[in-house]
């Protein structure tokens, strides 16, 4: 099946650093793909929809200028946490809606990727 | 607003025995209804989805699951687990067209096997 890959899957960093995640579809193109973060022990909360090619679409009381995301092509949107902060680490998990081939409409989660700001 | 609650946080069977994971949704439309399961440190993987049609879906490993209109539920079944299936289960409700794919996430349920 299809498949969406995260990077990294773990990363560490000093408070006060931006850090950047990938999330690409590996073998199907994604005009849509979906950023959610998952607290220790909660469920998942959708952050923002991101559009290849234009602004992404935030969820209510999410910063925008905390969170940048960046769908510059039609299998790649990234996630940068700017300036981030121990309150920011948390499980970053991307999902991507198929636009083509034969899992079109179909919906595909990357394996996540866990912050830790120090 | 759409929610889902999982009113389950932490089940516990015996292995072979079987299995309900209860899902309540509130959505005011015909809601697109997904099952996903997560193991520790993994991202989701889908066991079923239901949009339309026969209430009873099956999905993967086994599991099914029923669209209940009149009681906003979408409760997920096996009928004998494995211990494989430890895991935690997340049911999730969207909507269609341009929204798919914004899915609002249930607590979660956490599947503890015993052999």
């Known amino acids: 099946g299809a498949v969406v890959s995260q990077h990294p899957s773990r990363v560490i960093c000093k408070s006060g650093t931006s850090v950047k995640i990938e999330c690409r579809s590996l073998?199907?193109?994604?005009?849509?793909m979906f950023w959610y973060r998952q607290f220790p022990k909660q469920s998942l909360m959708l952050m923002a929809t991101?559009?290849?090619?234009?602004?992404?679409?935030?969820e209510q009381g999410v910063e925008k200028d905390k969170f940048l995301i960046n769908h510059a092509s039609l299998t790649l949107s990234t996630l940068t946490v700017t300036s981030a902060h121990p309150e920011d680490s948390s499980f970053y998990i991307c999902?991507?809606?198929?636009?083509?081939?034969?899992?079109?409409?179909?919906?595909?989660f990357g394996e996540g990727s866990r912050l830790t700001v120090l | 607003a759409q929610s889902v609650t999982q009113p389950d946080i932490h089940i516990t069977v015996s292995e072979g025995a079987s299995l309900e994971l209860r899902c309540n949704y509130s959505?005011?439309?015909?809601?697109?209804l997904f099952w996903y399961v997560q193991s520790p440190g993994q991202g989701l993987q889908l066991l079923l989805k239901?949009?339309?049609?026969?209430?009873l879906v099956q999905g993967i490993k086994g599991f099914e699951a029923e669209f209940k209109r009149s009681q906003s539920s979408f409760n997920l079944r096996k009928p004998s687990v494995h211990w494989s299936d430890a895991a935690e289960y997340f049911c999730?409700?969207?909507?269609?067209?341009?929204?798919?794919?914004?899915?609002?996430f249930g607590q979660g349920t956490i599947l503890t096997v015993h052999p």
């Open positions: 999730a409700v969207g909507a269609g067209g341009t929204s798919y794919g914004k899915l609002t």
């Open positions: 073998d199907f193109q994604a005009t849509t």
């Open positions: 999902s991507a809606f198929s636009s083509g081939g034969p899992d079109t409409g179909e919906l595909f």
């Open positions: 991101s559009n290849e090619g234009s602004k992404a679409t935030y």
């Open positions: 239901y949009f339309s049609g026969d209430t």
């Open positions: 959505y005011g439309a015909t809601p697109y």
